[in-house]
């Protein structure tokens, strides 16, 4: 779950070079699901503006029962000591990285580069870093970063008995540290807070609020029923962290678990095989849910107090924009100073064009980025305590309509609310007032085979083009607007209120064995004048019908796309979606619409 930000490993449809280094031990592990989520490739790093010193250190470190070793890198700025202290950054790596990944070592730098006093580690069970892998859990792998924050306080010695007595300090044993990293590195910012409250500032960037919903995700409102297997996702980062010895020789003794959970801790194993069998009885469900949630921000936001910048990516199907979201306002309803950007690269992809003016901390970018600068102002004012620096508005977010790479970004209070609604006629027409609706019922049906593609993880790392999505006939209902008669901005979530029958699921709904229930994938298209019709960011949005006797709704992810002038909008219900678990058995379903009793389409339309 590394930050692409760096560039994604792996080549996408949507950009991004191939990190050759690691494409052969990922296709050894048969981890190709997991290959855009790797450790990153990164341009060489900009000129250094400050001199610094990197020293390579160890710290053994207590985490739950185990004892272990991290690894890690101290950057000391030249000219910093006990007399002329300076405050620090802490970093880490991406699911399945090291210390030494370019976007990581390159974040040490660039930070050591501006003064800052950097420590950049391996996470537990990556690189040299003993110990199981555990999720990012604040109960395991926030212990551990809190001991680095010792380090960084002068409370303790690295193993070598190397200590650093010139970290900023807020009082004793008291650093001024901030944390910044992407993915897999980045919910550790959330943990370790949530556990250290001398952390100071965090910039998580495309990171997690609830691993239940980004591995299992479940768009309708009751979050309780479990939602459809991001297998493709899932899977590979499971095969990439039991498949380690493949690529780390002489592999640290305390990474090992036990046959069948080589490197994982048992929980996150456990969670696996449930998913995997496709089956979900009530306790197995509440068992799974517990823990995902358990190693999730979702669980323990209440205790961050931290200022944290949010940056999450548009191209993103592995955690959506949806997921940041949920971090920012759980963290603003508390108290938490908090702020959000919604970049254009994710895990799929988005950086198309580096000129475009994104961060990319491979090339130290900061000054001249608009992410990068956010950062540098977020870290001028919690860290080095300047008084008067603008941090930003409360909500950015960037627009790839916009060719000026000085203006693709869009500022404002906050997330858009929606604002307009389209009703689902029975003619198969989105219209905007509910008198236009015509009376009618359409079928479609799934197969025992996806019939529907949104994006494949595995296309890339094994050197084929990711197909262009579609849906066979019969398997899905669309429902599309007139063309538009001017550009439409969406900016945010969109919702759906839909209802639907199938006598088929409602017999076996209440089995007590949630795979029963119906599963549908709703997505949104923008269909040009010319036919061609585009996935917008390739998301999809999986829902579990909790009862096909009532209406439901659904939050589909969120996006920032234009549907220009001419181009028509349109809703797809889709039986399945080859990347996701789908349907037990064939379940026609049927939707009625009529003036009185239709579903609904919600759009956050902002002005142009």
Known sequence: MAPPAYLPVGTSPRGGPV?????????ALGAAAAALATPLVCATPAAATGQYTVTALKFTVQTGTRTCTVDADLYRPAGVDAAHPAPAVLTTNGFGGSKSDGSTDATGKA???????GLVYSGLGFGKSGCLVSLDDPRIDGKAASALVDFLAGTRAANDGTKADYVTKDGEGDPRVGMIGGSYGGAIQLATASVDHRVDALVPLITWNDLAYSLDPQNAADREVPGAFKWQWSNGFFLMGEGQPLIVPNLDPSRINKLGCLHFVDDACQTIR???????????????????RSVSPVSYLKDVKAPTLLVQGQADSLFNLNEARATYDTLRAQGTTAKMIWQSWGHSGGLTDPASGELN??????????????????????????KGVDTGPAFAYYRDWIGDPNGTYATAADVPALSRKLYLSGDGKLVDNRRKVARGSREYRNWLVPTSHSESSLAGIIGLPDPAPYDIRGTYLDWTT?????????????????????????????????????????????????????????????????DVTRPFTVTLPGIVHRYEKGHRIRLVIAASDDAYGGNKGVKPVT??????????????????
Do not use: C, M
Request: positive net charge; proline residues 8%; hydrophobic residues 40%.
């Open 274 to 292: 449930t998913l995997n069998s496709g089956r979900y009885p009530a306790e197995r469900t509440k068992d799974l849910l517990a823990y995902a």
């Open 482 to 546: 007139e063309p538009l008669t001017g550009p439409t901005d969406v900016v945010g979530a969109p919702k759906a209120t839909l209802k639907v029958v199938s006598p088929r699921s409602e017999r076996v709904q209440n089995s007590g064995d949630a795979a029963d229930k119906l599963v549908l994938f709703a997505k949104l298209y923008d269909v040009a004048p010319d036919g061609k019709k585009t996935l917008v960011h390739r998301l999809v949005a999986p829902v579990r019908v909790p």
């Open 111 to 117: 930070f050591a580069q501006r003064g800052y006093v």
């Open 591 to 608: 939707v009625v619409s009529a003036p009185e009793d239709t579903g609904t389409l919600e759009l956050p339309v902002v002005a142009p």
């Open 19 to 27: 990190s050759r280094a690691r494409l052969k031990p990922a296709i």
């Open 361 to 386: 901390l491979g090339q130290g970018n900061l000054e001249t980025s608009y992410v990068g600068r956010r950062v540098l102002a977020w870290f001028d004012r919690y860290l080095r305590h300047e």
